[in-house]
């Protein structure tokens, strides 16, 4: 089935440094989307994308359908940029099926 | 604007009880409407997806029954809990596929 691998787990930055997040898929998928999970659970939207690159603030992300990955680039991270960080991605074998990466735990420390 | 609509925010029920878990969305006719789920600790599965009303597909089998008995409305339901259903729902809805998906604000059970 659909897979989607996300790594890392864990990443801790200090404050105002930057790291990048990434989505390795087992099959072509259509479009990934990239969500922040709050302390209550609740999944922020981040980005959707079909193809290419965006950028909102100091998050950029990408994805390459052909390649099969997609990345969340942070830069300057501030404190509240803390929490953990899910990739989900559609298509493959299912057209209705989105299938989610097992999340990155970021930690800012000042 | 769009709005999606989760309730209960949480529960705590006994195993072998009835639960029923509500999402509606208001403000948009026709969505797509998902089930998600996440154990604590776990990565979250999709449990249903609905593209139309009385329409809904099984992705995950989990002892737990989903219906769509009007546009807005998504339910989740099973008869009987297990202590395995602990964890977190999420109600979730787009427009169609190739589109953006948003989610609620969830809702968690703690079967005892």
């Known amino acids: 089935g659909d897979q989607v691998e996300q790594s890392p787990s864990a990443l801790s930055l200090h404050e105002g440094t930057g790291s990048a997040l990434r989505c390795n898929f087992t099959?072509?998928?259509?479009?990934v989307q990239w969500f922040r999970k709050n302390s209550r659970g609740s999944l922020i939207n981040l980005f959707y994308?079909?193809?290419g690159t965006k950028e909102n603030g100091r998050l950029k992300s990408a994805f390459d359908s052909k390649e099969r990955y997609s990345t969340l680039h942070i830069r300057d991270a501030q404190l509240e940029d803390s929490g953990t960080y899910f990739c989900?991605?559609?298509?493959?074998?299912?057209?209705?099926?989105?299938?989610f990466g097992s999340g990155t735990r970021l930690l800012v420390s000042p | 604007a769009q709005t999606i609509h989760q309730w209960p925010v949480a529960e705590i029920k006994a195993v072998g009880s009835p639960l029923s878990l509500g999402c509606t969305i208001k403000?948009?006719?026709?969505?797509?409407l998902y089930w998600y789920w996440q154990a604590t600790g776990g990565t979250l599965q999709q449990l249903f997806y609905?593209?139309?009303?009385?329409?809904v597909e099984s992705v995950v089998q989990l002892n737990l029954s989903a219906s769509r008995p009007k546009d807005d409305q998504f339910i989740l339901s099973t008869e009987k809990l297990l202590l395995s259903h602990s964890g977190f729902y999420l109600c979730?809805?787009?427009?169609?596929?190739?589109?953006?998906?948003?989610f609620g604000k969830g809702t968690r059970l703690t079967v005892v």
């Open positions: 979730a809805w787009r427009d169609r596929v190739n589109t953006e998906v948003f």
């Open positions: 099959t072509t998928m259509r479009a």
């Open positions: 994308l079909a193809s």
């Open positions: 989900a991605a559609e298509g493959g074998t299912g057209g209705y099926k989105v299938v």
């Open positions: 403000g948009k006719s026709s969505p797509n």
């Open positions: 609905s593209i139309t009303v009385g329409q």
